[in-house]
């Protein structure tokens, strides 16, 4: 007989262990292709993953803040705060103040030489002496000096003309104010009723220009002229 030749042996696989199979157009086992351009963006996103990474790693190395330094300079910030709102309100309590004691002043001035006006602008002949003493009173400076020296003679022309006269304020303002000093200038209307022994008393009116200073016994008048209609 004829012997039968032996069968040639298959090739063997390159596959090895994987499974996975190349060729030479870079093929993969399961159809997919891997380009030089994929590989290129695999290597910038793994690239970009380490920068994101080593970025991480930086800012975990950063040292944390000191808490005791927030709290120092929170409670200066505070303090800044109040010590601002403080000068605020003193400044707009101090401006307050000296607005209400300016017009407790001024309203001061208007009652003293409110009385004192109708006070200088009265007398009777049969109370001449006591009446003339009033104006001595509630006058002060030059006018109360002038008013003192001619005491007899205001008296004797009360007498002699049996005066009578009588008046009420009828408006009156504070055009200037001097607390430091003391001085007040006022703007004054009077009703004022005079009768003498030849006359029956008559209504009148009277503008005048009123001086005033302040005194240990309130605001007197200092200076008064009478000004024309």
Request: hydrophobic residues 40%; proline residues 4%.
């Amino acid at each position: 007989m004829t012997p039968r030749p032996s069968p040639r042996p298959r090739a063997s696989d390159d596959t090895g262990d994987t499974g996975d199979t190349h060729n030479g157009t870079g093929e993969q086992a399961g159809g997919e292709v891997t380009t030089p351009e994929d590989t290129a963006v695999a290597e910038d996103a793994a690239g970009a993953d380490e920068g994101v990474a080593a970025e991480q790693a930086a800012a975990g190395e950063r040292p944390a803040a000191d808490p005791r330094a927030l709290r120092m300079l929170a409670a200066v910030a505070v303090v800044a705060l109040l010590v601002a709102g403080w000068f605020g309100f003193s400044w707009w309590s101090a401006a307050h103040d000296d607005r209400l004691e300016l017009a407790r002043e001024r309203d001061t001035v208007v009652a003293d030489i409110s009385a004192a006006l109708v006070t200088l602008h009265t007398i009777d002949h049969r109370t001449a002496r006591s009446d003339v003493d009033e104006w001595l009173r509630v006058t002060t400076g030059k006018l109360g000096e002038d008013l003192s020296k001619d005491r007899q003679l205001q008296l004797d022309r009360a007498a002699g003309t049996r005066t009578v006269a009588s008046a009420s304020v009828r408006e009156l303002a504070v055009t200037e104010l001097d607390r430091r000093l003391g001085t007040a200038r006022l703007l004054a209307v009077l009703d004022v009723r005079l009768g003498t022994r030849d006359t029956q008393p008559a209504p009148s009116r009277s503008r005048l220009t009123v001086q005033a200073q302040r005194t240990g016994e309130g605001w007197k008048i200092s200076a008064v002229q009478a000004v024309s209609s």
